[in-house]
């Protein structure tokens, strides 16, 4: 029993039948349901690219919103500064906050609680702020601002 064999065609050939078969496809005409389907597709688009272009033009002004907030930030809290400062010819350079409202001043390299009297170049360092006894007295030599602070903190 032998088997029939296959009839074989070359590549040529066979191209040639698919795009036949393509442009008969090509010709037909759509159907009211992929009709609306199409409609429903670019509707949406056009809905997504008016969104975008909406979303575009807010982003831009909250960027300034935000960088006018933080530059009024900035302006109204307190900055650090460095200052110097001794007692018994034994000078210390450290970085001073003063705090805000409700929350103390500090001193960013030391466990003392500052008091300062920036008025008359006098700083007391307390161990226990509730026992003045605790306190000591220095004499302010140098008061620098912003930057000095900035640099002293990132130099260590």
């Given at each position: 029993?032998?088997?029939?064999?296959?009839?074989?065609?070359?590549?040529?050939?066979?191209?040639?039948?698919?795009?036949k078969?393509?442009?008969?496809?090509?010709?037909?005409?759509?159907?009211?349901?992929q009709?609306?389907?199409?409609?429903?597709?670019?509707?949406?688009?056009?809905?997504?690219a008016?969104?975008?272009?909406?979303?575009?033009?807010p982003?831009?002004?909250?960027?300034?919103?935000?960088?006018?907030?933080?530059?009024?930030?900035f302006?109204?809290?307190?900055?650090?500064?460095?200052?110097?400062?001794e007692?018994?010819?034994?000078?210390?350079?450290s970085?001073?906050?003063?705090g805000?409202?409700?929350?103390?001043?500090?001193?960013?390299?030391?466990?003392?609680?500052?008091?300062?009297a920036?008025?008359?170049?006098?700083?007391?360092?307390?161990?226990?702020?509730?026992?003045?006894?605790?306190?000591?007295?220095?004499?302010?030599?140098?008061?620098?601002?912003?930057?000095?602070?900035m640099?002293?903190?990132?130099?260590g």
């Amino acid at each position: 029993m032998a088997k029939p064999s296959k009839k074989q065609s070359l590549l040529g050939q066979v191209q040639s039948n698919q795009k036949k078969r393509t442009s008969t496809t090509k010709n037909r005409r759509p159907s009211p349901q992929q009709i609306a389907a199409m409609k429903a597709q670019q509707t949406a688009q056009a809905q997504q690219a008016q969104t975008a272009t909406d979303n575009d033009r807010p982003k831009g002004k909250g960027k300034w919103i935000t960088l006018a907030v933080i530059g009024i930030l900035f302006v109204v809290l307190p900055k650090p500064q460095l200052i110097t400062y001794e007692k018994l010819g034994l000078v210390a350079s450290s970085v001073y906050w003063p705090g805000l409202p409700g929350i103390d001043p500090v001193l960013f390299d030391s466990n003392l609680h500052p008091k300062p009297a920036l008025e008359r170049n006098t700083l007391y360092l307390c161990h226990d702020l509730k026992n003045p006894d605790t306190c000591q007295k220095y004499q302010i030599i140098k008061q620098e601002g912003f930057i000095a602070a900035m640099m002293e903190l990132i130099s260590g």
